[in-house]
């Protein structure tokens, strides 16, 4: 054994006989090798089952009818899944305006504004919201919120009623289960997701950066400004994403505030659907086609969970060449 | 290709089942020629009836305590399935067997147990005793009509102050029976309905979906302007105004047990003992009645089991027919009920 730079590797421990040790070694690492590929094992094999499953009723309408497909009718079988598609989006999309500038907000403080004392509890607080299973969210979406918020909207959508755009987007309504409520019962279940990543990530922040701020003479708000949030872009990015991924993802919550109708509508106060409420919603009745095509939707779920993901690694790996270029 | 569904199904039930037997194998020696059947029968289906269901499997334990019945409340379509694979012992459904359901030709025979009223319930500040026609029920139900004060809903209820109030429909958001026998009633009774019938429809776009019945109860409550189809039971649980629907005779009836009891009576009974109660002939039959059957199998494998389904559905036909009413279901008449016995008694021998 000559000296090597770090004196801590494997080979250089006495752990009683170096063939054993290195067997001990090389068993260790089949484990944990398998234990990966375990994952991407699983993930295909749901992948390939689910969409041989789904084929009979992706093929009865074509991929493009299945995906693009505005009518959901099982009765006459007629699938077309579009009208959860955009529910997906359009509830996951209201959910992330709201709890990524709140959960950066509130990682923010915890960081850089909250006493050390104080921090403790929030961050306990914070994380308690996210062990709250999900249909207690929707349950309470259902029973308190649906009905406290119908007025509220009734007087949003008389207010902006004059503004053209805004009053398609915020139409009269008579009911509070709708896009909007799904998308606010979302933004409180991944504000925890979202504010605990990004908590991490702007820990990670040098100290000395900061400091270099303030010598400069920024305020706080200069130096969040200028070296935490350039510092922080793509682990932003990706605390949203799995945000995002589990506001489209989820099901019992959404499937019990949103009202469950198959259509689309520019009014962000009508009632819609999501593709993983659909499949929660119809999964008992269905038999034959309805089945498959009620898994074929769950297929195109996936794949646009993985479409998101993939962009969104683009965007992080675009913004850091373009922050690097510009650092140096 | 239906390895997601049966797999998990598949293990959870045959893990019970094997439990089942090996109960039954070890249990004491007299169950053979004994008077009354042991061991455990297994049950899965139909989730409309399961309040009845779960009250009968109750009480039917102090009854029989060496016969353990379990029903399972996965929904008909679900339950048809399992029966198909051999997954249980008998299966609860709300609808008939369709080609693709699961169940073979000739491997089942229905047996009806009780039927349950569908109310059309509404939530309109200071309008009560409201009558709707069938043809007008039909075109609030698929948008035609949008506001209470329409002419069609005037002309029902001449003595109504009817408000303008928009209309919102409240329908089941999940796949049902209910909704089922509902768009039947209004597929089958009127002409103006256009959006046939299943488990699921194509809901005009003034509605809300609701998830079962304690959900569709939920929205017409909270909603101003709501109707909805909702079961006798959560109704009256809600404290929700039902409205009388227009009958076969052109009489407007109230959704009460007594009048779904008499809308069985006008019912013509087929051969393999389905029915349809809906809109049957009869002055106080209340058209809107979902039936309930129960598949049993014309070939059980092992004879304990099928001695423990006829005995239970033997019990669930005579004595358990006085549960019904307390959970707001409607028993069998009477003449009905011994059909289904005589043909019980036939299938398993």
Redesign the interface.
Known sequence: MTSTASPQTPDDLDLGGDSRARGTDRGFRGLVTFAGLTVLIVLGLILV??T??AMPAISHEGLLGFVFGT??????DVFGAFSMLYGTLVTSLIGMLIAVPVSIGIALFITEVAHARSRKYIVTIIDLLATVPSVVFGLVG??VV??FI?PVYQWFAGLVEPIPLLSSLFADT????NYFTAGLVLTIMVIPIITSIAREVFDTVPEADKQAAYALGATRWEMIKGAILPHSFGGLVGASMLGLGRAMGETIAV??V??????I?ASMF??G?TMAAAIA???????????DAL?GIGVVLFAITVIINFAARWVVRRAEIKMRGAHT | MKLNRRAIFGTITASTLAFGLAACGGGDGDGAGGDMASGEINASGASFPDAYYAAATEEYAEVNPDLIVTYNAVGSGQGKSDFGEGLNDFAGTDSLVGSDDGPEEGSYQYIPTVAAPITVSYNLEGVEGLQIGQETLAMIFQGDITAWDDELIAADNPDLELPSTDITVAHRSDGSGTTGNFTKFLDEATESWTLGSGDTAEWPSNSIGGDGNTGVAQAVTETDGAIGYVDLADAAETGLVTASIENADGNFVQPTLEGTTAGLDGAVINDDLTYNPLNAAGPEAYPITAPTYILIRTDYEDENVAAGVKEFLTWLLTDGQNLAAQNNFAALPEGLQQQALDVLNETIA
Do not use: K, Y
């Open positions: 089952t689910t041989m499953r009518r959901w009718a099982p009765n006459d259902v029973l649906v009905p119908t008579n009911t509070g289960r499937a019990l949103i009202g469950g109708s198959f259509h509508s009508d009632t659907n919603q119809q999964w008992g009745e269905s038999t034959g086609l309805h089945t898994i």
